[in-house]
Structure formats: structure tokens, C-alpha cells
């Protein structure tokens, strides 16, 4: 099967890629296949309101050591299989979720990430033998088109907060001419200030989200909870498209507003760069996920990558959230149909590890098949995250059809979906109402609802879903 | 014995915190005793010049897909042990080094580690059920005095990063006088400007390193490679306190350097608040690490929080690379004698995970008791550390007294030792020799050596190293 040849070949070579040949580790990626295979439950089981009261207890005595504002409730991860989370009073729900997204192929495999990060230090100075090798089989043989290179890294912060270091390196030695920074640069370095330091800065979109440490945070603007109290950087912050969904009926406004924010874009090029301040890449993600799953064309980022390029400024697509599978390829920007869509693509969560492949100004492009050596039968596995995704799709726009008043703009790629619900109250009231009936789901931006089920998530899952879902909205209307 | 018994409890500890009960984890805690106990080699073993062939085949290989700029040689960890290194050529080294101290007690641990990074997701919204118990069996049990609670992390810059946040925001609060944020800071949060995002700052130490994302980056002063060409902030750096060694015999002029540094401390909150830019945080590391081991009398640091106290800024001790044990007690910072020794105390790498202690300045102080209920019998294996520490510390006053005009300024507490060398390219030769000889050895600032032995370095591998040392001092004299 697709599935657990993917899974497998996916856990065996990134766990020899990070050196986890260990014999637990052996183990583990066994008891992976067979797990699959084998243990997946009926359907959702619930025994108690969530949180129950084990999880009630439980989060009470963390409370006296951590803030527990974003806790949900207790797992046992040990008895959750496949697309079921259980908790720790025994209530099974079927995950459209995943723990926004980070749970790569099914839930068996939330252990293996707790073995896939990798002790950075080690790999940096004194990597293992098969590092190279692995590397090429995994990470490389899925790069993004044009990108020959790959730096791998602990987290989806740090991925993205390095990516942004190497943009600015690039963009200083360009505007140098060479690559030999001058006893002053050296110097002033040292004391954060010019031109050591320069007044670079990163080009972002309103409602994005790349991470929370202070250089991703500044080219953050999802939520003003994660940004309050904090410094940032005087950087420029476009608008991102706000489009009418579904796509194919509003393609003249939706063009308009997509043409509007692009001018703003080569706008605030120009002024950031009459400040001093010149843009040396800009951030993208190529659907807004913690925004509220905003979406915009292919031709915006074709547009958008060659004003980029007309500046002189690096291209930079975070796919920490819509890399790997969900959107029916493995890229989300393969679906822009570019041969060179980026100049720097990060990633994190579901790839197990994270980092960004990156363009070699130096060598030749080479362009990397995708899915080459990596992943067995994968064309299988995203032709039913296609197939689970179009039944999705098309079920959320009968209940759109049907409840006018409540959903609207629903929109998807592969499984990666999202709805809108008709103000915040009732959003969270749904969310809440579903989990009661054994369904987790997630919300995104002011007052939307995301679906982020595994890659294993079929369209008998799809029904499953629907029909809580239905009931649910029911009670709401 | 008291190592192989804080070990596995060490791991056993934090796996079950971690959640790492799958069958796996249990046989790599099961194999750890065993290793120590039966698999220490005899002394080094050179089959070829470092790197060898193999390694620099691998390195040329690996260089096609990332920058190799930093790789010293490609490890066998499965044949490493103990205090030795096994690289891919067969050359086996005791290890001094331990990879910028990341591995907490022996080289078999390293498996361990990467085991030991956790999902955040999961930990933050949806943790297992034992997290609570074990956070406190493991991580509270050797909370900093006066600290009762703990936020973990994914890695030393993240820690670092989130406490910088956490101080923002509590100094934010204070300033308001209470914790409700108007509209204003709300809207203007999201396009980076104040007073959503105000424009507070933390002090730094020249010289000192907090890590490479942008916040850690604009406090990290240690190397120009590490912030050229990256823009920073504009916050406030102070002269760390250069004192010659050792300590006891200059005690007139390290008092008086050290007034100067803590005058220019005073000096720059006062200029900072002036300039609209408020200190927030005051950071530094008991022993700074990578700008060249540099060490400051309790004297100096007391002064120095008491400074922060007087101001109104928080006061964080990053114990990254200090923390867990190599000065002789469990944090550096205990060796200052104090009751209430700081607000924030960040740690990595020796303890498995990252993460910050804070003071809750809600709650009542309560003073948790350092190595309750964690480690078994731990007071024999600092006493062991402190013995292999004094000899080491010994044995290098014996090689400076021999070589004054090679060596100078022996410094330590515990085995965290360090000593300089006549200047840059001769210590860079000596560390090159060592090897050879089959002694891994690291540097530190212009022309220091670092010694970061695990805590199972003995007296044995003290005198063993101390005699590879002095014959490779002898060939530079």
C-alpha cells in the first residue's frame, strides 16, 4: 500500500538520515507498518465531556508550573492510531487537525518525531557517516524545483530565522560586489550597528505567520497576541489578496485585488528603499494557514516572484505548514506551475525535521526530480489526499449551500481546507460541539475553521466527518 | 556507583517526561548502564591523520549539498564511548571537548539527545499525561533557588528567545500597572510599531554568546562572523570585566575592573532609558563561554543583580552551556552564594532539552530543594568533577609555570577550564597536534582553550591528557 511504503520509506531513511539505527529505533519503524495495517479504530468513542476530568486534574497540576492557557486537554498518545487522538479519559476523536498539522503521515508516527530532531552541534561540525548520503535520498530527491541545496535545522523558527540570515548575507555581498566585508563591517558588527549591521529588511504580508523568535515575529501578523510587548524591526508589511471564494466564479475581482496588493508590494519596495531600509527578500506563504487559509492565484505568485526579481530582492516561500502532501503535491507551490518559483523554500513539521533548500548562485541550476528515490509509490498516496480532498470540498460547499446564513468561502487544496463560520462566537461554539461528538478540528484567522487531517485521511474519513459536521451546524442554525 | 546511577536516572527521568516509555527507549536506558559500566577503551588510538581519507571523502560529498565550512571529521558514534570518539577513519580520541559541552555525561548519552527534543505542539495544547509529574520529579527538582517555575524548549536559542519575550512583556506590564493592553497597543502591534511593540532593549556583555536567532543575535558579541550582514537592534552593550588570573592573586585590580564594568552597566540603563529605549533585561552567562572563557568574582555578579534590581530590569542568567554540572554544582550561578540569584535562568544542551526557569512574581517565593527526589546520589559525582577540575586546574598552573611564554591565564571552576596561548595561530597548531596525538581539544575567543570533558572525565584522563598536552607544548616552545 502507498500509505505505509510512504510511511516506512519516509521513517527508515530520515531516521538513518539522523543516525537513529539504534535498535529502539529499529523497532519503532516496525511497529510502524504493523500498526497501520492493523489497528485502525471504527470510529470516534466518546465517554466523557472534553476536557474530562483526568485532563481537568492533570492541567491543574501543570498549572502550578507552566501557563496552561493553550492546553486542550491530556493524551495517551500510546493507545492513539492512525487518524484517532484518544485522551486520557478514554475519549477517541477523529483528528482533522493533527496538532496543526505536525503529525506527518498518521498518528503512530508522533513518535518518531520525538526522535527526529537532531542534535544540531553534532551534525554541523562532526556529522555521522551516511549523513551525506542520506541527505541526498531524503531531503534532496524532494527539492523544490531549481534548488540544489539544503540546510537542515532543529525547528520551523530557526529554519525560517536562518533562512532570512542567508538572504541578507546574499543581498550585502551583492550590493558589495564581492564577498570580503571591510575592517569597518567587522567592527560595527560587534555593536550591532552599521554597517556591519545593515538596515536590511524583510518584506511581509499582513496576516502571515513565520514564527515566533524575534526575526520571524517581526514578519508575523496573524494574531496581535503573538506580537504585544515584543521590539521589532520597521519592515514593510503588505496586504495580502483578499479574495471571494470559490475562485473560478470571482476570477475579475479576485484579479483586481490581487493586482491592487501587488502594486502596494513594488510600493513599499521603492519607499523602504528611499529610507534606507532596501527590502532583501520577501515572505510568503502560499496559502496564509494561521491567517485564516487565505488563498490567492497562481498568477499572483508569478507576478509576485518577478517583482522580486525586477528589485533584486530574494524570493522566500515558508511551506512550514503546506509542505509535504496535504495539498495533493508535495509542494504548495508546485501549483503555480514555475520552473524557478523561489529562491529559498523552508520547511519544518511534517518533512520530521526542519530547514530550506536554497538556490546555488554558483552552480548551475539543476533541476531535482520530485519524488525520485524518496518515496516508493507516492503518486498513489497524494491521488487520494486529492481524492479525500475534492469529497471534502465538495461537502463543505453543499453544507454551504445549505446553511447561507452560517459557512461561506469554503476553499481548499488537497486536504488542505478551510471554511469560514459566521462570526468568532459561533466558530468556537462549533469547534466545540464537534469535539463533543468525537471530531477535533481547528480554527485559523478571525473566524474560520481549518482541516488538517493526516495524509491517511480517506474519503470514508471524509463522510465520517461530514455527517458530525452536519449535525453540528444543525444545532447552530 | 554514582555516575552510572545519575545517569540512568538522569535519562529515565527525562524520557518518561518526554514521553519516550516505547519499547525503544527503555533498551537504550538498559544499554547505557551497561556501556559505562563495561565499555571504556584504554586510551586513544590513531590509525591515520585526522581528517582522514574516508572523512574527506564524505566531506567533498557533503559539500555538494551544504556549506562544510564548519566539519572537523564524520563520526562512528556507534563505536564512541564514554569519553572517547570514534571518527570514520578508526582514529579514537578522548573527547575534552564534547562538542561545545552538548553531551550531558558520556559519549553514549549522545543517542540519547536525539531522542530528547519534543514536539512542541504537542507538549503546549495536548501533553501527555504524565508531563506534570515528571516535569517536577525531573526539571523542578533542580530548580534554581527561588524559582518555582519552568517553560521548556526546543533548543538554546529558542529558550533564550522566549525568555528575552517573557522579560519584554513583564517589564511592559509593570509599566502599565496592569495586564490589560489598550487598542492602540493592539493595532499598532501588528504593523511592528509602538506602543505595541515598544521599543525596550536588553543589555548585553561584549564578548558574551546567546545564541544566533536576530533577538539572541543582538546580545551575542563574541565573533563578527556570527552578525555580519544580519540587521539588529539598537540596545546597549557593556564591557565584561577583564581580570587576570589567577583570580586570588590580583584581587586589588579585578575589584577595580570590575567597578569600572558595573559603572559602565549603571551608566548605559541610564542613557537607554534617556534615549527612549528602557532596559528591560539585563543578560549574561556566569562564565562567558565562546568570547574565551572569562570569568567575574561573585562579587561582580551580585553587584551586578542588585544594579538590575535598583533599575527595575529583569534580571537572566543564561546557563546554557554552564548549567548541569561541569563547574562542580548543578548551575554556575551557585558558586555567587546567593538566596535569590536571578528572574530568569535559560539552559540546553546538558539537560536534554531547553527551556527557562522564571520567578513567578505572583506566587509566594518557594524554595525548592536543589537534587531532591532527580538524582539519586549526585553529591558524589560533583565531588568527582570538583576532584578532576582541581587537578586539571593544577596541572595547567604546572604547564603555564613551565611555559610562560606559551601559556597564561589557567582559569576554572569544575572542569570548566580554559587557558590562553600565545596568540591565535599557535593555539590553532596545538589544537591541530592534540589531535593528532588523539586528544580532542576546542578553542574559544582569539587564542583560548576550552576543556569540556562529560562528567565522567576522572583524574586518570586528567593525567593521560595532561601528557599528551605537555608534549605537544614542548614541540611549540
Not at 485502525?40 to 481537568?56: L, N
Not at 557517516?129 to 534548488?147: C, D, Q
Not at 532583501?280 to 505568485?301: K, L, R, S, Y
Not at 465538495?394 to 468561502?409: I, K, V
Request: charged share 25%; with cysteine; proline share 5%.
Amino acid at each position: 500500500m502507498a500509505t505505509s511504503l510512504l510511511s516506512r520509506q519516509l521513517v527508515l531513511s530520515l531516521q538513518q538520515n539522523l543516525r537513529l539505527t539504534a535498535p529502539g529505533c529499529r523497532y519503532v519503524s516496525k511497529a510502524a507498518a504493523k500498526t497501520q495495517v492493523e489497528f485502525e479504530y471504527d470510529g470516534p468513542s466518546m465517554k466523557t465531556e472534553v476536557p474530562g476530568p483526568r485532563s481537568k486534574e492533570l492541567t491543574k497540576q501543570l498549572g502550578e508550573i507552566q501557563n496552561v492557557g493553550a492546553i486542550n486537554f491530556f493524551c495517551n498518545y500510546e493507545e492513539s492510531r492512525g487518524n484517532y487522538l484518544v485522551d486520557v479519559d478514554g475519549n477517541r476523536m477523529l483528528d482533522v487537525y493533527t496538532q496543526i498539522s505536525s503529525i506527518p503521515i498518521a498518528h503512530t508516527d508522533l513518535l518518531y518525531s520525538y526522535c527526529a530532531f537532531v542534535n544540531r552541534p553534532a551534525l554541523g561540525i562532526m556529522p555521522p557517516e551516511n549523513f551525506p548520503e542520506k541527505l541526498a535520498e531524503s531531503l534532496l530527491s524532494v527539492a523544490p524545483s531549481g534548488m540544489s541545496r539544503v540546510q537542515t535545522m532543529a525547528c520551523g523558527s530557526c529554519s525560517n530565522e536562518n533562512a532570512y540570515k542567508a538572504m541578507f548575507i546574499w543581498y550585502r555581498n551583492k550590493e558589495r560586489g564581492h564577498n570580503n566585508p571591510s575592517d569597518e563591517d567587522m567592527s560595527s558588527c560587534m555593536i550591532n550597528q552599521s554597517p556591519g549591521c545593515p538596515d536590511f529588511s524583510i518584506l511581509s504580508f499582513m496576516g502571515g505567520f513565520h514564527g515566533r523568535t524575534m526575526g520571524c515575529l517581526a514578519t508575523t501578523h496573524s494574531k496581535a497576541i503573538h506580537k504585544l510587548d515584543v521590539p521589532s524591526f520597521d519592515w514593510p508589511i503588505a496586504p495580502f489578496p483578499k479574495l471571494k471564494y470559490p475562485l473560478e466564479e470571482f476570477t475579475r475581482e479576485n484579479a483586481q485585488e490581487e493586482a491592487r496588493c501587488l502594486e502596494e508590494v513594488e510600493d513599499l519596495i521603492v519607499q523602504w528603499r528611499q529610507k534606507g531600509r532596501p527590502v532583501a527578500g520577501i515572505v510568503i506563504e502560499p496559502i496564509q494557514a494561521e491567517g485564516g487559509d487565505n488563498h490567492a492565484t497562481p498568477d499572483f505568485f508569478k507576478k509576485l516572484r518577478n517583482i522580486a526579481r525586477k528589485h533584486g530582492s530574494a524570493f522566500h516561500v515558508d511551506e512550514v505548514q503546506t509542505g509535504g502532501g496535504a495539498t495533493g503535491k508535495f509542494w504548495a507551490h508546485e501549483h503555480w506551475g514555475m520552473d524557478d518559483p523561489a529562491d529559498i523554500v523552508s520547511f519544518s513539521k511534517k518533512m520530521l525535521t526542519g530547514g530550506y533548500y536554497h538556490k546555488d548562485e554558483l552552480q548551475a541550476d539543476k533541476a531535482y526530480r520530485i519524488f525520485n528515490t524518496w518515496m516508493g509509490d507516492p503518486e498513489n498516496l497524494l491521488e487520494e489526499v486529492t481524492r479525500s480532498g475534492k469529497t471534502l470540498l465538495q461537502g463543505l460547499y453543499q453544507l454551504q449551500d445549505q446553511y447561507p446564513n452560517l459557512l461561506s468561502s469554503a476553499r481548499g487544496q488537497g486536504t488542505f481546507c478551510a471554511i469560514d463560520i459566521r462570526d468568532d462566537a459561533t466558530r468556537n461554539s462549533i469547534l466545540l460541539k464537534a469535539r463533543d461528538k468525537g471530531v477535533l478540528l481547528g480554527g485559523c484567522g478571525d473566524r474560520s475553521i481549518r482541516f488538517r487531517p493526516a495524509l491517511v485521511f480517506k474519503e470514508y474519513h471524509v463522510h465520517m466527518f461530514l455527517n458530525v459536521f452536519s449535525d453540528v451546524l444543525a444545532e447552530h442554525n
